[in-house]
C-alpha cells in the first residue's frame, strides 16, 4: 500500500459527459501528480501541484482541470469526454517540489467511456 | 527534451536465470533515473532510484540497476528471476536541473515474463 488513495477506482460514463476523480496524497506529501496511462500513448504526465499551487503541466487537454485543495488532497476534472478519454488515470505523491523524491502512485480510477 | 526509452517491448527469461530490462536516456543535465513495477490492475510501484554515487542501484526485491553514463543506460537486473516478477516494468527520468519540472517522464514499458 502507497498510502495514495484514489477514488472511484472504476467509472463508466458516456460520450459527453463530465467526471471527477478523486486523489489523497500520502500524509506529508505536499505535490501531488496526474498520470494518463492509456495503451496507445503509455504513461503521460498530466499536471502537478505543489501545496495548492499548480507547478508544472505536460500534456493536460483544455477540457480537463484540475486543482489541489488545502487539506492536500487533488481532483481532477475531465469534460465533454470522447472515446478517447478512456485510460487509467493514476495520481501520485511526494513529500517535495521535485528533486530526487521517488513518487508514489495511488492504484489508479480506470475511467470507459462509452 | 527529457527523453527514456526501453528497447523491449516483451522479455521472457526462465526461473532461476538473471534477467535484464534495458532502458536508456537522453537528458540535459544530471539524470534521475528510476525504475518502477506495475501489476496487473496495480498502481506503480518504486523499485529503484540512481541520483548520484556508485553506479550499481540495489533496489526492492532483489532488483538492482546499473548507470552507465558513457552509454546513457540505465539497465535493471536480477541474478536470479522468480515467476513472480512477471510484471510492467518503467523506466522513468527526471532532469537534476534547476530548472527541472520535477515530472517524471516514463518509458513505453517492459513487459517481463518469467517462465517455470
Known amino acids: 500500500d502507497s498510502g495514495v488513495t484514489q477514488t472511484p477506482k472504476h467509472l463508466i460514463t458516456a460520450t459527453g459527459q463530465r467526471v471527477t476523480l478523486r486523489c489523497s496524497p500520502r500524509?506529508?506529501?505536499?505535490?501531488v501528480y496526474w498520470y494518463q496511462q492509456s495503451l496507445d500513448q503509455g504513461l503521460q504526465f498530466l499536471i502537478q501541484?505543489?501545496?495548492?499551487?499548480?507547478?508544472a503541466k505536460g500534456n493536460i487537454l483544455e477540457r480537463f482541470s484540475a486543482q489541489q485543495f488545502p487539506d492536500l488532497h487533488s481532483e481532477l476534472n475531465l469534460s465533454s469526454l470522447e472515446l478517447g478519454d478512456s485510460a487509467l488515470y493514476f495520481c501520485?505523491?511526494?513529500?517535495?517540489?521535485?528533486?530526487?523524491?521517488?513518487?508514489?502512485f495511488g492504484e489508479g480510477s480506470r475511467l470507459t467511456v462509452l | 527534451a527529457q527523453s527514456v526509452a526501453q528497447p523491449e517491448d516483451q522479455v521472457n527469461v526462465a526461473e532461476g536465470n538473471p534477467l535484464t530490462v534495458k532502458c536508456t536516456y537522453s537528458?540535459?543535465?544530471?539524470?534521475?533515473l528510476f525504475w518502477y513495477v506495475q501489476y496487473p490492475n496495480r498502481g506503480l510501484q518504486f523499485l529503484l532510484k540512481?541520483?548520484?554515487?556508485?553506479?550499481l542501484v540495489k533496489g526492492s526485491y532483489g532488483f538492482e540497476a546499473e548507470f552507465n553514463k558513457s552509454q546513457t543506460s540505465f539497465h535493471l537486473k536480477k541474478p536470479s528471476a522468480l515467476v513472480s516478477d512477471s510484471a510492467l516494468y518503467f523506466c522513468?527520468?527526471?532532469?537534476?536541473?534547476?530548472?527541472?519540472?520535477?515530472?517524471?517522464?516514463f518509458g513505453s514499458g517492459t513487459r517481463l515474463l518469467v517462465r517455470p
Open positions: 501541484y505543489y501545496n495548492g499551487e499548480e507547478r
Open positions: 522513468a527520468v527526471r532532469d537534476g536541473g534547476v530548472d527541472s519540472s520535477y515530472k517524471l517522464i
Open positions: 537528458v540535459s543535465g544530471n539524470p534521475y
Open positions: 500524509s506529508g506529501d505536499l505535490s
Open positions: 501520485a505523491s511526494s513529500v517535495a517540489r521535485g528533486g530526487a523524491g521517488e513518487l508514489f
Open positions: 540512481y541520483i548520484t554515487g556508485d553506479n
